[in-house]
Nanobody, 123 residues
Framework: VQLVESGGGLVQAGGSLSLSCAAS????????MGWFRQATGKERKFVAS????????YYADSVKGRFTISRGHAKNTVYLQMNNLKPEDTAIYYC?????????????????WGQGTQVTVSS
């Protein structure tokens, strides 16, 4: 199983970025998928998640109204559209996948994780 993130980069405050995560190695139609981020020197934190069916989404309060999570039609891809970015959004963004028809925001070390993509927002 492999999760590969892409789309990170450097953007000015107020700008937008779109992250993608492509999952491979098995069928992910019954997996919940999510995004987490880790700023330098801080713990990894939840950003957003979508249920296995894609009909429920969850967001951290800090990104609500600015970020949108969605799944591709084949369910093996998850996207994170980030608008109105702020310097405090600067972090490494990780994609995660949790099996078992999960619906929520809890992803643990036993779940699948990508290697991360850097997002830097300049002021």
């Amino acid at each position: 199983v492999q999760l590969v993130e892409s789309g990170g980069g450097l953007v000015q405050a107020g700008g937008s970025l779109s992250l993608s995560c492509a999952a491979s190695g098995r069928q992910f139609s019954d997996y919940a998928m999510g995004w987490f981020r880790q700023a330098t020197g801080k713990e990894r934190k939840f950003v957003a998640s979508t249920s296995w069916r894609g009909d429920n989404t969850y967001y951290a309060d800090s990104v609500k109204g600015r970020f949108t999570i969605s799944r591709g039609h084949a369910k093996n891809t998850v996207y994170l559209q980030m608008n109105n970015l702020k310097p405090e959004d600067t972090a490494i963004y990780y994609c995660a996948a949790r099996p078992g028809y999960y619906n929520g925001r809890d992803f643990g070390e036993d779940d699948f994780w990508g290697q991360g993509t850097q997002v830097t927002v300049s002021s």
